[in-house]
Nanobody
């Protein structure tokens, strides 16, 4: 059974930091592409950051220089370090694994508010 379980969301003030974690089970983790998506109320889900099996990462323009995606294949974990958080980063963040088929986590809420 494939499972992706996110953790690390919460409430943070503008300018603050959070690190999201995603624990994977039931997949050959090291050969999967991994990503973090987010969905704000009333908006479409968007890909925030992705990392391929070799460790190459890509980001949407709005988070470049602020967010860092990383993976630990031995632990079957993927992380999203978020710095300098803005109000517009508020969303539910989802972990995603893809290699032909795709899998999703249940999501974790990130709220940026003063």
């Amino acid at each position: 059974q494939v499972q992706l379980v996110e953790s690390g969301g919460g409430l943070v003030q503008p300018g603050g930091s959070l690190t999201l974690s995603c624990a994977a089970a039931g997949i050959a983790f090291s050969i999967y592409g991994l990503g973090w998506f987010r969905q704000a109320p009333g908006k479409q889900r968007e890909l925030v950051a992705a990392i391929n099996p070799t460790g190459a990462a890509n980001y949407i323009d709005s988070v470049k220089g602020r967010f860092t995606i990383s993976r630990d294949n031995a632990k079957k974990m993927v992380y999203l370090r978020m710095n300098s958080l803005k109000l517009e980063d508020t969303a539910v963040y989802y972990c995603h694994a893809f290699r032909g088929e795709e899998y999703w986590g249940q999501g974790t809420q990130v709220t940026v508010s003063s």
